[in-house]
Antibody, heavy 119, light 110 residues
């Protein structure tokens, strides 16, 4: 049973950079067919896929966010990370890490962490 | 980007009733790439259905998915009190690789 846990600052300044980490337990991010993913949800709104990373290092990003986002992984710590730059209030959201089994749906989710962009 | 439109926005029903939720796309979708999630307040989404009609592990058989092409449906045969939540459909597009969610349907107690 894969478990995911997000961590990172809950408050970041406009024009700054958001950095979050997702710790993975119950499975290795280095093996198998899983993609490791970030999804966000603005308060009271729907879900938005941000991007994903495979154990090979391959990444895919939402086109509208591609210029501001980077997802990386640290295999030695069994975790992956999200960086989102040039923040505005519109980036305020609960950020979830999740995983798919290679079959294009997300079967494991972290509990989510609220990030507020405000001065 | 594929746009998924869910209807209705809000559905008010009573426990024991049947719920039918719709997810419609502007272009034909690959059924294998269509999933449904349930989300309760303060919780992460939970996978219910994948491949348009396959139930995820541990999901009760009162939940079923169907559809093809541009129209997909999530049906809850007999609503239990714990089923009142927001439901999202989701699709994966290969080119470019991207996941899209519908805007959600809120299922509320009447």
């Amino acid at each position: 049973q894969v478990q995911l846990q997000e961590s990172g600052p809950g408050l970041v300044k406009p024009s700054g950079t958001l950095s979050l980490t997702c710790a993975v337990s119950g499975g290795s991010i280095s093996s198998g067919v899983r993609w490791w993913t970030w999804v966000r949800q603005p308060p009271g709104k729907g879900l938005e896929w941000i991007g994903e990373i495979f154990h090979s290092g391959s990444t895919n990003y939402k086109p509208s966010l591609q210029s501001r986002v980077a997802i990386s992984m640290d295999k030695s710590k069994n975790q992956f990370s999200l960086r989102l730059s040039s923040l505005t209030a519109a980036d305020t959201a609960v950020y979830y890490c999740a995983s798919n089994s290679g079959w294009f749906h997300f079967d494991y989710w972290g509990q989510g962490t609220l990030v507020t962009v405000s001065s | 980007e594929i746009v998924l439109t869910q209807s209705p926005g809000t559905l008010s029903l009573s426990p024991g009733e049947r719920a039918t939720l719709s997810c419609r796309a502007g272009q034909s979708l690959t059924s294998s790439f269509l999933a449904w999630y349930q989300q309760k307040p303060g919780q992460a989404p939970r996978l219910l259905i994948y491949g348009a009609s396959s139930r995820a592990t541990g999901i009760p058989d009162r939940f079923s998915g169907s559809g093809s092409g541009t129209d997909f449906t999530l049906t809850i045969s007999r609503l239990e009190p714990e089923d009142f939540a927001v439901y999202y459909c989701q699709h994966y597009d290969r080119s470019p690789p991207e996941y899209t969610f519908g805007q959600g349907t809120k299922l509320e107690i009447k």
